[in-house]
């Protein structure tokens, strides 16, 4: 592990960094010999954090007690969110597990990076005896729903004149549209300079939260970087007024899952071509050395580019991380449990290590889902499909019309090891060769078996 990479340099383990390259050397305690016990007393570190917070999510408090039999400072233990296994235990209303980090001495009020509080999880969550048990405790609420949240001033989100800083005037919502909504405001189609955009507009009440701030500049300096046809195309963004905006372009033909929603299972050459251009987007943002995992790989965040359907993008970077690798080598992997259930990959539903195969194993689901014309595990609810699927399982082929190789293809990508998925360029050398073998006329119903 590095000391710094990208500002992500924590697995989950309580914050703490290795030791910089040399620092060994300069104690004269550092050998080539000596150095094999510490990697490996490291990576057993890194191995109980992530077991601690897996146990707590999944009330065994048995297994945590075990746990912090053998080491007491696991009760600090944290992930890359700086989220305590208190705070997870608080979020799932698990009293056992509580009451057990707390008497083995877990701090009440510590903060995630959200600035919330086991307590504020807990009022988020309604879990209304886990409220109740962490007052008696002295919690207290802080962050966004907290009660004891002292507002402080604001820098502005980006300081900097720039020269994609938008003017409101500009734009024109005199016939706007709503075409998405969600916690932190909305999007929308309106015009800017007589050009047909996208705006996603930040609620003017939540325009001075430092969170909301903190996430529309790392989305804004994202998309900044990205340039290529599989990429929603930034445009810019209003920053120096309320509300925050961000503005992209206009794609006409909505978004997949609701192009699935309507047209069902697509036969096996439109599917090949919807895949490959997410493939090609996420080849692009993959590219090593800055990496940008996705993080919420889904059908709602692919986006057709008119109504013919015949061009796909990759949108809405809101979860996305840039890693910065400074070989192929190198590992870059976080914890936490981020994006959207149904397409969530085992290791992070489980906080366990991970990097960017977990959007080939969400670009699996999708093709699964182009194939199939249902979601993955669509008899589930969101939370519990992505426990099922941790638990070792995966969606059933049922639609006819399967050629083995997009099937083969789709199991390699969900491979409960992800270091065992193929990258995105592999992705597109092997879709490219099913592509030759099947003619852009072809009904599905020829490969019926």
């Not at 799932?92 to 509580?98: R, T």
């Amino acid at each position: 592990m590095s000391e710094s990479r990208g500002g992500l340099n924590n697995f989950g383990g309580g914050g703490t960094a290795t030791a910089p390259a040399g620092a060994a050397a300069a104690t004269g305690k550092g050998s080539a010999s000596g150095t094999a016990p510490e990697k490996q007393k490291e990576k057993a570190r890194v191995s109980r954090t992530s077991l601690i917070l897996w146990h707590a999510h999944q009330n065994d408090v048995g297994a945590v007690r075990k746990l912090l039999e053998e080491d007491r400072s696991l009760v600090h233990a944290r992930d890359y969110d700086n989220r305590t296994p208190l705070h997870v235990a608080s979020l799932h209303g698990w009293l056992d597990v509580a009451k057990c980090l707390i008497d083995y001495g877990a701090d009440v009020n510590a903060q995630d990076r959200w600035k919330n509080t086991p307590l504020a999880d807990a009022e988020g969550a309604k879990k209304c005896s886990m409220i109740e048990l962490l007052k008696s405790y002295g919690g207290l609420s802080y962050g966004q729903n907290g009660s004891h949240f002292e507002p402080k001033p604001v820098p502005p989100p980006l300081p900097n004149k720039c020269d994609w800083e938008i003017d409101p005037l500009e734009l024109d919502f005199s016939n706007s549209i709503i075409v998405g909504k969600g916690s932190f405001g909305e999007i929308v189609k309106a015009s800017w300079r007589g050009t047909p955009v996208a705006v996603k507009r930040i609620l003017p009440s939540l325009s001075d939260d430092r969170l909301v701030i903190q996430d529309f500049r790392h989305e804004v300096n994202l998309l900044v970087k990205l340039r290529h046809p599989n990429i929603v195309q930034f445009l810019g963004a209003v920053t120096e007024r309320k509300p925050l905006m961000l503005i992209t372009e206009y794609l006409r033909g909505g978004d997949l899952h609701q192009y699935l929603k309507e047209k069902g299972a697509l036969s096996p050459a439109t599917a090949i071509n919807f895949a490959l251009d997410i493939a090609r987007g996420m080849a692009y943002l993959h590219n090593e050395p800055n990496v940008i995992i996705h993080r919420d790989l889904k059908p709602r965040n692919v986006l057709l580019v008119n109504s013919n359907a015949d061009h796909l993008k990759v949108g809405d970077f809101g979860l996305s991380k840039l890693i910065k690798v400074q070989s192929t080598n190198e590992a870059y992997k976080m914890t936490g449990e981020t994006g959207s259930y149904r397409y969530m990959a085992p290791e992070v539903f489980k906080h366990r290590k991970y990097d960017k195969k977990v959007d080939v194993f969400s670009f699996a689901m999708i093709l699964y889902e182009m194939l199939e014309g249902d979601p993955p595990m669509s008899n589930y609810e969101p939370y519990e499909a992505a426990k099922y699927v941790a638990e070792g399982h995966r969606p059933i082929f049922r639609a006819k019309g399967y050629i083995p190789e997009l099937k083969e293809l789709t199991e390699m990508c969900w491979a409960a090891d992800m270091n065992k998925r193929p990258s995105f360029l592999d992705i597109l050398k092997r879709l490219e060769k099913i592509k030759e073998t099947v003619p852009a006329d072809h009904h599905r119903n020829i490969f019926t078996t």
